[in-house]
């Protein structure tokens, strides 16, 4: 168990629809990841928070946003959602921003779009 | 375009010997790799990282092995074993910006 949570699992929705996924950090940590990964695909960089501050964005499409709260937990927003969009989104946390900092991933949640 | 490689999607080894996961990279900025280690239904989980200053990283069974002039790095797992039987991800860094992750491989090791 890495410490970080998401939820929810798993969600099943119809394209056009918005989805939210939320992430928990470690205790601790105050920076948070966004992934995606498709089938095939290696992990995609979405967007990374830093104590509440957007700090660094990936592929991120402009149908997603993002957002870090006062205790750290963050959202991912998925909207006018297409099939392709269907995958697996993961968090990470780490103490730092900095990238030689080991990041602690969450177990992720499975998006299917039909 | 993959700035990080992969390029075989599975390897099967058998229990006791040396698993060698390979992984490419185009940008010479890289100059911080980490592999990634991940089971069904759970997150990556960090295995193992290498510098650019260093050619070579060891813990355990586990070493990493850097060659930058061919931009190319491995995973050695020596003896390996049945619970090392998971996918792995090779990430790449550039002078501290986010990570570029590898598409994986997945490992099998069979009893």
């Known amino acids: 168990d890495s410490g970080v949570t998401q939820t929810p699992k798993h969600l099943i929705t119809a394209t056009g629809q918005r989805v939210t996924l939320r992430c928990s950090p470690r205790s601790g940590d105050l920076s948070v990841y966004w992934y995606q990964q498709s089938l095939d695909q290696g992990l995609q960089f979405l967007i990374q928070y830093y104590n509440g501050e957007e700090r660094a964005k990936g592929n991120i499409l402009e149908r997603f946003s993002a957002q870090q709260f006062p205790d750290l937990h963050s959202e991912l927003n998925l909207s006018s959602l297409e099939l392709g969009d269907s995958a697996l989104y993961f968090c990470?946390?780490?103490?730092?921003?900095?990238?030689?900092?080991?990041?602690?991933f969450g177990p992720g949640t499975r998006l299917t779009v039909l | 375009d993959q700035q990080v490689k992969q390029n075989s999607p599975s390897l099967s080894v058998q229990e006791g010997r040396i698993s060698i996961l390979n992984c490419d990279y185009t940008n010479s900025m890289f100059d911080y790799f980490l592999w990634y280690k991940k089971y069904p239904a759970e997150g990556p989980t960090f295995l193992i990282s290498?510098?650019?200053?260093?050619d070579k990283n060891e813990d355990g069974r586990f070493t990493v092995f850097l060659n930058k002039s061919a931009k190319h790095l491995s995973l050695h797992i020596v003896p390996s074993q049945p619970g090392d039987s998971a996918v792995y991800f090779c990430?790449?860094?550039?002078?501290?910006?986010?990570?570029?992750f590898g598409p994986g491989t997945r490992l099998s090791v069979l009893p």
């Open positions: 290498i510098s650019s200053i260093k």
């Open positions: 990430a790449a860094s550039p002078y501290g910006q986010n990570f570029v």
């Open positions: 990470a946390s780490s103490v730092q921003p900095g990238q030689l900092y080991e990041q602690f």
